[in-house]
């Protein structure tokens, strides 16, 4: 194997590793070794070889899917290395291996490798490949495990945060607080990682933030609420209005003050009860704290007899400071009927105390929720204007795994093939580019893959589209607009142009209007109408004969 | 905040960094910074609290939970250390916090922090602590997240394995190969060691088998054969017998008689058929690369006409040599059926060449398997030896969380109690002791907790163990042998001696132990009885007087 060729090294150089320490070349299955040494005992290990990495069918009974992992993949390829010790680790499960093989994986890197990408952030299909792999045959296959870990949870979280935006509507916050519930330390910043890409707003885990420049959100939590007992414990009890002309010497009695007069309010009289003083002391403590942010978690005793009238009472006396409260979060219950209640008290003391945008107060609500609670609360009737989701969201509760797979689809220039009696496993041989038609409305139409030695689908011209394994499934379309997918993001020792990784931001801009351009219908969480992926004429008779044949011969030109 | 106390300054230099580097004290969520900036603020922050870590159900329907992640979370309390780039960091997210907060949290560690717990590796059960936490309020609230993440994932996956190797059977070899599906790279990582400690005997991970010392599997995959096309591939054909003694010059031919012998053998005709010739030469390539572990997946074209035939071929021509072949994988199909003829092909072969034991040759399955298909296997019948499981192992498919939760039980030697209109919700209060009372047959009757000031049951006692919450529900129990669960893990400032981290083997160990321990109908995979959980009745009697008062107001002696 050659050293690694200028172009590559200075842009290997230019590209950090994995975020996770833990993604080495180890960092896969042990037959990939085994396999390694095989090849390298038959003479094969430089054998050229295509694989496509695809997943088979969306997840979460969706039609679509968002391609996460990209970037992952590339800073691992591009920082493929074996260390002296993990070659001397692989000697020693492999005590029989010559010692020429360890001497190969040695000198092996990724300068030979080719990786096609179809934009991180993209709105992907089933069967087209997300990335194109071509290289080496040893070298290649020890790409397939962490490639494929890579991509597989990235992208089945990002889909689950799109699906999530998509329910909850383009006015809500969203904020992912999964680290606790996420399968393990990098399931949870992945998630935050991915949970962005695909359309959240903040993130709870203070790693992801620093790790990515997540914006970062939390204010306290039960525990918080119940190590208070008194507003005795409050001894610092002076707060600077907002403008720093004066300082209030004491917080806690104009809160005080301030729930005698909600008690006494007219328009409020049955609503507010014996508040809990401990409650009182924490959201004092907290206020005094954070001024400036001040959301309270006002379900610890009860949220319409306590938290609620706590919580005004505290936001009152920062308003009379020049401060604006950010607002309540709701973490159990019926979270509909108390954002709505909550909702009909902050506009009744707007209206009591003639304080503007009071009624605007912020509610935010957590609790277990899922795709299908954000569509019950739809559908019921509800006042809130920010979720916080976790457990469901970060584990892909409904569906843990996307079975992205990684198929060889040509060695030595010769297509080949996985069958299977299963039609869904068969795989769509041949090295190929892959592209996405845009109907007259600019919505895409039917992704189209082709053979790498035929000529590209032009906008205007008709162009057959075939189901890639039922005959009857055809159509010809014409597209206003065409887009080829796969991308160069590795280009080995070919002269290709490099796409520069783009940042997560420009990866989240991209995974929204990719989201925004598709036809409503494909993305109904219910029955969506399928999308179309297809092949070209020419692609469907060579599979046919392959499949035909049971064993690869030809050559698609 | 004092410096570090020598003895525990020893015991942190023993203990190593969590095994992910990504496990530091910014995985965590941003409100446990803004709790403890608010308990700063209040002069709080050194409050002694002592928290609970419990989950409140057992995962997969059962009654049983395998406990995991202990040693992860000592490794992270041991090395819990703010870096300033970290600090640095914080600072920008809550910019109005004054600096004197950051300089207490650049003088935190967890010198002052005491965390007992339950051995990791033991069956646990729902509400009894796994984990006792205890120290400075603001403290112990950092770690809330990353204890949670660390517990949560590894219990669940240890569950999932001790679940899957209770339906397989303790004579089943069981292989985790679900690195490529797992949340991430360190969801596969955690994956591997926790079904290590679930009952697995082995993984496909190289890296998880680098970092633990978990055995190593992997033979090849379908890309490995489709590599091949003709046996002409096959440069050097030569294989050393197994003695040294000779070597045979054309191990192809040698097969290819084999396979000639097979295909006119009269016992096995119509058996056999064209087999495919491209797999011919993936499985002698393999073979000639790993005489001593020929193992071949036998599935890539059709298992009966081709695979079977091309691996016995293979096999025989090994045995020649003095070789012995590990077996067959079958990767799709009806495993039941498909195993069973390949057990009659392999018995038949023996009795037609009098080759011993060849009837014996393993037989490993894969395909999306779990507890579902293992248990249907076992009722169809079948004649596999080894199962490979991915997917629904190592992501918990069929049910990707478990509820971890870290309550405050007590602060400033003040009982407290997070109350819920569910009563499922509510946590028991106080710091508190837990027993495991055995009865006469050795099996597990009951686990009580009592308050820490209580005398502790002893065998022989007549002891009243209570439902927590149901009055109804008591007994008075006479427990042949008591064990206390909670041990000292960290010792903190006390004189406590410090449980030593045992060894992967021995955490594996243990939990085999504890899993055969228990009776059968608690481990049931359908509708299991429940095991007992209980607090004592100065417990009930003060959780009771606290829950009617709806607020904490005394002490239990």
Same mark, same amino acid.
């Given at each position: 194997?050659?050293?690694?060729?200028?172009?590559?090294?200075?842009?290997?150089?230019?590209?950090?590793?994995?975020?996770?320490?833990?993604?080495?070349?180890?960092?896969?299955?042990?037959?990939?070794?085994?396999?390694?040494?095989?090849?390298?005992?038959?003479?094969?290990?430089?054998?050229?070889? $295509?694989?496509?990495?695809?997943?088979?069918?969306?997840?979460?009974?969706?039609?679509?899917?968002?391609?996460?992992?990209?970037?992952?993949?590339?800073?691992?390829?591009?920082?493929?290395?074996?260390?002296?010790?993990?070659?001397?680790?692989?000697?020693? $499960?492999?005590?029989?291996?010559?010692?020429?093989?360890?001497?190969?994986?040695?000198?092996?890197?990724?300068?030979?490798?080719?990786?096609?990408?179809?934009?991180?952030?993209?709105?992907?299909?089933?069967?087209?490949?997300?990335?194109?792999?071509?290289?080496?045959?040893?070298?290649?296959?020890? &790409?397939?495990?962490?490639? $494929?870990?890579?991509?597989?949870?990235?992208?089945?979280?990002?889909?689950?945060?799109?699906?999530? =935006?998509?329910?909850?509507?383009?006015?809500?916050?969203?904020?992912?607080?999964?680290?606790?519930?996420?399968?393990?330390?990098?399931?949870?910043?992945?998630?935050?990682?991915?949970?962005?890409?695909?359309?959240?707003?903040?993130?709870?885990?203070?790693?992801?933030?620093?790790?990515?420049?997540?914006?970062?959100?939390?204010?306290?939590?039960?525990?918080?609420?119940?190590?208070?007992?008194?507003?005795?414990?409050?001894?610092?009890?002076?707060?600077?209005?907002?403008?720093?002309?004066?300082?209030?010497?004491?917080?806690?009695?104009?809160?005080?003050?301030?729930?005698?007069?909600?008690?006494?309010?007219?328009?409020?009289?049955?609503?507010?009860?014996?508040?809990?003083?401990?409650?009182?002391?924490?959201?004092?403590?907290?206020?005094?704290?954070?001024?400036?942010?001040?959301?309270?978690?006002?379900?610890?005793?009860?949220?319409?007899?306590?938290?609620?009238?706590?919580?005004?009472?505290?936001?009152?006396?920062?308003?009379?400071?020049?401060?604006?409260?950010?607002?309540?979060?709701?973490?159990?219950?019926? &979270?509909?009927?108390?954002?709505?209640?909550?909702?009909?008290?902050?506009?009744?003391?707007?209206?009591?105390?003639?304080?503007?945008?009071?009624?605007?107060?912020?509610?935010?609500?957590?609790?277990?929720?899922?795709?299908?609670?954000?569509?019950?609360?739809?559908?019921?009737?509800?006042?809130?204007?920010?979720?916080?989701?976790?457990?469901?969201?970060?584990?892909?509760?409904?569906?843990?795994?996307?079975?992205?797979?990684?198929?060889?689809?040509?060695?030595?220039?010769?297509? =080949?093939?996985?069958?299977?009696?299963?039609?869904?496993?068969?795989?769509?041989?041949?090295?190929?580019?892959?592209?996405?038609?845009?109907?007259?409305?600019?919505?895409?139409?039917?992704?189209?893959?082709?053979?790498?030695?035929?000529?590209?689908?032009?906008?205007?011209?008709?162009?057959?589209?075939?189901?890639?394994?039922?005959?009857?499934?055809?159509?010809?379309?014409?597209?206003?607009? $065409?887009?080829?997918?796969?991308?160069?993001?590795?280009?080995?020792?070919?002269?290709?142009?490099?796409?520069?990784?783009?940042?997560?931001?420009?990866?989240?801009?991209?995974?929204?209007?990719?989201?925004?351009?598709?036809?409503?219908?494909?993305?109904? =969480?219910?029955?969506?109408?399928?999308?179309?992926?297809?092949?070209?004429?020419?692609?469907?008779?060579?599979?046919?004969?392959?499949?035909?044949?049971?064993?690869?011969?030809?050559?698609?030109?």
């Amino acid at each position: 194997m050659e050293s690694m060729a200028e172009a590559n090294e200075s842009a290997a150089a230019s590209i950090p590793a994995a975020t996770n320490p833990m993604v080495t070349p180890l960092l896969t299955d042990q037959y990939q070794y085994t396999m390694a040494y095989a090849y390298w005992k038959a003479g094969k290990h430089r054998e050229r070889a $295509v694989f496509d990495l695809f997943f088979r069918k969306s997840p979460f009974g969706g039609e679509y899917t968002v391609f996460g992992g990209l970037e992952e993949c590339i800073r691992f390829v591009a920082n493929f290395k074996l260390e002296d010790e993990e070659i001397s680790f692989l000697q020693s $499960v492999m005590p029989r291996c010559e010692d020429g093989f360890f001497e190969f994986l040695r000198q092996i890197d990724c300068s030979d490798v080719e990786v096609y990408a179809i934009p991180e952030g993209s709105v992907v299909f089933p069967k087209v490949p997300l990335m194109r792999v071509e290289g080496p045959v040893a070298v290649v296959q020890l &790409l397939e495990t962490p490639f $494929v870990n890579l991509v597989n949870f990235a992208s089945l979280v990002a889909t689950n945060a799109a699906r999530h =935006r998509l329910v909850a509507g383009n006015s809500k916050t969203l904020l992912e607080f999964g680290l606790r519930r996420a399968q393990g330390p990098d399931g949870g910043v992945s998630a935050s990682k991915y949970c962005y890409i695909g359309g959240f707003d903040a993130t709870s885990n203070v790693a992801a933030g620093k790790l990515f420049g997540i914006p970062l959100r939390g204010t306290h939590s039960h525990a918080f609420v119940s190590s208070f007992t008194s507003l005795n414990e409050i001894v610092s009890r002076a707060l600077q209005c907002r403008d720093g002309t004066s300082t209030c010497k004491d917080f806690v009695n104009l809160v005080q003050t301030w729930l005698n007069k909600l008690q006494h309010a007219v328009s409020l009289r049955g609503l507010t009860g014996a508040t809990n003083e401990s409650e009182l002391a924490a959201f004092i403590s907290y206020a005094l704290a954070f001024p400036h942010n001040f959301l309270a978690l006002v379900d610890t005793y009860n949220v319409m007899r306590s938290g609620l009238p706590n919580f005004c009472a505290v936001a009152l006396a920062l308003n009379d400071l020049g401060y604006k409260a950010s607002g309540i979060r709701l973490d159990s219950g019926d &979270l509909s009927y108390l954002s709505i209640e909550s909702r009909k008290f902050f506009n009744a003391i707007e209206k009591e105390f003639c304080i503007a945008g009071f009624g605007k107060t912020a509610i935010a609500a957590s609790n277990d929720l899922n795709e299908e609670t954000l569509d019950a609360l739809n559908k019921q009737g509800h006042e809130i204007d920010t979720y916080g989701i976790g457990t469901h969201l970060v584990t892909c509760y409904s569906q843990a795994a996307l079975g992205c797979v990684f198929k060889l689809v040509e060695i030595n220039n010769q297509p =080949r093939m996985k069958l299977s009696e299963d039609i869904t496993k068969v795989s769509i041989p041949c090295k190929k580019r892959c592209f996405r038609l845009y109907g007259r409305e600019g919505f895409p139409l039917v992704d189209l893959m082709i053979g790498v030695n035929e000529p590209p689908p032009m906008a205007g011209d008709r162009i057959l589209c075939r189901h890639p394994f039922i005959e009857s499934k055809r159509a010809y379309v014409v597209p206003q607009h $065409v887009e080829e997918l796969l991308k160069c993001y590795w280009p080995g020792k070919s002269h290709e142009t490099r796409e520069e990784l783009p940042s997560l931001q420009d990866i989240r801009n991209h995974c929204m209007q990719q989201l925004q351009k598709m036809r409503s219908d494909h993305m109904r =969480r219910i029955n969506p109408t399928p999308y179309k992926i297809s092949v070209s004429g020419r692609l469907y008779d060579f599979i046919h004969f392959l499949w035909l044949n049971e064993a690869p011969v030809g050559e698609l030109q």
